[in-house]
Nanobody, 121 residues
């Protein structure tokens, strides 16, 4: 059984910061790209940032310069440092990973359960 478990969400004032973490656990052979997506009420899920196994990164235009994605390959963990938060960043944030588990010969797409981020004064 493979799991992605997010943590670090919460309520923060505009201009504040939060750091999200997502740890992958289970019988994992290899992890390819990892990323963060978000879904606000009434909107579709959208990409926030991704990072490859080689640490190349990609960001949504709306978060460039404010958010930083990073990963620890030893801990199978991906992070999202969010600075200068705005009310429009309010959403449920989901972790995503392309990984190969023991017993499989292909990479599968896995999601975490989501963590709420609310930016409000």
């Amino acid at each position: 059984q493979v799991q992605l478990v997010e943590s670090g969400g919460g309520l923060v004032q505009p201009g504040g910061s939060l750091r999200l973490s997502c740890a992958a656990s289970g019988r994992i052979v290899s992890i390819n790209a990892m990323g963060w997506y978000r879904q606000a009420p009434g909107k579709e899920r959208e990409l926030v940032a991704t990072i490859t196994s080689g640490t190349s990164t990609r960001y949504a235009d709306s978060v460039k310069g404010r958010f930083t994605i990073s990963r620890d390959n030893i801990k199978n963990t991906v992070y999202l440092q969010m600075n200068s938060l705005k009310p429009e960043d309010t959403a449920v944030y989901y972790c995503n990973a392309g990984l190969m588990r023991y017993g499989s010969i292909t990479y599968g797409n896995y999601w975490g359960q989501g963590t709420q981020v609310t930016v409000s004064s």
